[in-house]
């Protein structure tokens, strides 16, 4: 037991965060931390969330150390309160080995979530809508709190994209297996003949890296262009050019935020999203450098799909790369989502 409890504490980088975690206590003793609020709720946060993730794997692994011990005396009228002690740990270790599924080097981060419209014109766009409302549902149910980050409106309904920031514990590392194209079959309410309509909408999650210095950018590479934020059917929003697009030139990657009034809002918000978006491609394509980075290539259409939601001729939920399936895809768009969230990490850890 004392061996596994080992492994996973490696494979969490529990020594590694206790020095982090060292370091942030010493520097909050220091006179002038509260001298900048702001930066000291930020560590403070991830102070908090650093006591959370590392101290019950230590008391854990102290607990199978000394009980290690004690068998090691052959002591006989040790024995039954060992066995009990071993039961104890094997219980506690059982319900914390989830962890192990969130152990990714950004799980722990909150995630920026988009939904862009794919193929299938207005019922995709409306497609984007109904996935946006399960995450939030999902996002509710799970005591996570949702930021409208940019929002494109559709021109007949639904979104043709949309932005949040979802926050809470290991939110990255739940969300990431929604990361892909998802395919919608239902029968159209947006044709009078009523026909059965396929559409795809693309669904990004990214960590959230709002610390600049998290992945380098050359500031070289970086095209800015500001222009003036427009309102649905071409109404101003605002009446100075505060709109900012950031094309990452080297990929192509192109982030464009019109939602804060102000130009310096939206520029440091783009900087988040370029950022996010850079560490998630980093990650896929397993590059080490910004440099060796290609741009992204997935379409929202035919064959790129990770899961299929069927409302006609029958109800299923199928994904395509857990083989998870559920005949309730009404529930699952209230936001019921966990099992195939869990179904993926399991998965993920197995393949480990």
């Known amino acids: 037991m004392l061996a596994a409890i080992n492994s996973a504490c490696e494979q969490l980088h529990i020594d590694a965060r206790s020095t982090e975690l060292a370091k942030l206590h010493e520097r909050a003793a220091e006179p002038d931390f509260w001298d900048d609020s702001v930066r ?62 969130l152990s990714g080097p950004y799980d722990d981060h ?145 982030v464009a935020i019109q939602n804060e009034r102000s130009q310096l809002q939206n520029r440091e918000t783009a900087m988040t999203i370029l950022r996010s978006r850079l560490v998630q491609l980093q990650m896929e394509q397993h590059a080490e450098k910004v440099d060796e980075i290609k741009g992204p290539n997935t379409s929202a259409e035919w064959g790129n799909q990770i899961r299929s939601y069927v409302l006609h001729p029958y109800k299923q939920v199928k994904d395509l790369r857990t083989r998870h399936e559920s005949s309730d895809p009404d529930k699952m768009l209230d936001g019921e989502l966990s099992d195939f969230i869990d179904a993926y990490l399991e998965s993920t850890l197995a393949e480990a």
């Open 110 to 254: 909150d995630a920026l979530l988009s939904v862009y419209a794919g193929a299938g014109g207005t019922d995709a766009q409306d497609w984007s809508q109904m996935l946006l409302r399960m995450y939030t549902r999902w996002a509710e149910r799970e005591s996570y709190d949702v930021t409208l980050v940019d929002e494109s409106s559709g021109d007949e309904a639904g979104i043709k994209s949309v932005t949040v920031e979802i926050s809470g514990p290991n939110v990255f590392g739940r969300l990431k297996s929604e990361h892909g194209v998802h395919r919608l079959v239902r029968l159209s309410p947006f044709n009078s003949d009523n026909l059965r309509q396929t559409s795809f909408a693309k669904v990004d999650v990214m960590p959230m890296i709002d610390e600049p210095g998290a992945i380098e950018i050359d500031e070289k590479d970086l095209k800015i262009d500001v222009y003036r934020s427009g309102g649905k059917g071409g109404q101003s929003v605002n009446t100075t050019d505060s709109a900012v697009r950031i094309t990452h030139v080297p990929t192509g990657v192109v």
């Open 40 to 101: 000291a709720q930020k560590q403070m946060k991830k102070q908090a969330k650093l006591e959370k993730q590392i101290e019950p794997w230590v008391a854990l692994r102290t607990q199978a150390r000394e009980t290690k011990e004690l068998i090691d005396m052959h002591d006989e009228s040790l024995e039954k309160d060992l066995v009990q002690q071993l039961q104890k740990i094997e219980t506690t270790y059982e319900t914390l080995k989830g962890a192990l599924m």
